[in-house]
């Protein structure tokens, strides 16, 4: 099991449910166990062409289980796949582990056993993000996230709509290892933007457009940020390029499986990926009370560098040596030697310290959110 018992829910009787995995909403699962089971779907019609996740025992109103048992509040589910190969369920057990499902085992020669945490749990809600292969744009060119660190610029929007270089001063998020379930927003020119459906993005919401092709003017003026979960077809998106920013409409909304989350924080609160204007934060439903409530980061990282300019003048210590260059996807060759060296060179220091998944101080901020901030402003 995973969690406190919650109390058992009764709004779906139990049994084998169709293999058909995309009618998620007619089984009556919890948000976090829809979000593994669409993930894992993803991942199985990947590693197998043709076969689908079949799940044969979830709400459970007959009390077959034990007391305590997750099946009574559908956090529990028994999968196997539709075509029922015993040969392929180890496997199963293992993607169904890399979708974010917090306990697997392999309960019977029959079936595999998974579950999740409490939607209340505070670790259930943390945490929204770029998958690794999103780019951002660095005075060098477009490069991955999974491939920025600390203190490399990435491209940001400034509050009066320029574009200009920031440092990030932190990860909120970096975990090259996990899979999740993004949201693919896709414009009307083809252009896409893939994050998690918690993550905060600058937009002009279509109905409050103030005519059928608005300007970035009035994105500024009347547009907001809002939680991509709640993004429609027929909002319009802030999408760079090298005249400058313009908008465009989004036409399709698309749930997709990712490797790797990364969430890197800049001074401005806002990042350009694969071109699109998001923000920096996510879960908290409202940029100006999340990026009031990391000044304390902004102020330490001023700080920090006002303290090593004065100590570099006074002469007490000598200015680091210049940092390897991060390379473009114009030198690919040159930038995946790049990254294993990194990898090399840096085990047991910056790499992997920066795999600890959520920063402590989000962390934090996340869990006084669910308890300080009214239930709307919380991404649930």
Known sequence: MSGDLEGAHTTSSAGTWPELLYTLDELHFPKRCKEKLNTLAISVMNQWPGVKVRVTEGWDEEHHHAPH???YEGRAVDITTSDKDRSKYGMLARLAREAGFDWV?????????????????AASKLGGC??????????????PVSAIREGDEVQVMRSDGSLSFSPVLMFLHRDPQVSRSFLRLTTSSGASL????????VLLQGQHAPTSTPTVRDAVEHGGVVLAGRVEAGDFLLLTSQEGVRLEKVV??????????????????????DGFVASCYAVIDSQTVAHWAFLPVRIYSNLKEAALTLLRAMGAITSPLPSKPVKTHSEKRIFKSSVRWRNETQVNSVD???TIHIHWYPRLLYSLASWLLPAHLVYS
């Open 130 to 143: 770029f998958p690794g292969s999103g780019e951002v744009l660095t005075p060098s060119g477009a490069v």
């Open 252 to 273: 399709q909304i698309k749930h997709v499986a990712g490797a790797g989350v990364f969430a890197p924080l800049t001074a401005e609160g806002t990042v350009v990926v």
């Open 69 to 71: 048992s997750l099946h």
């Open 105 to 121: 085992y392999y309960e019977s020669r029959s079936h595999i056993h998974c579950s999740v945490k409490s939607e209340s749990s």
């Open 194 to 201: 893939t994050l998690t459906p918690s993550h905060l993005i």
């Open 352 to 354: 992997e310290a920066e």
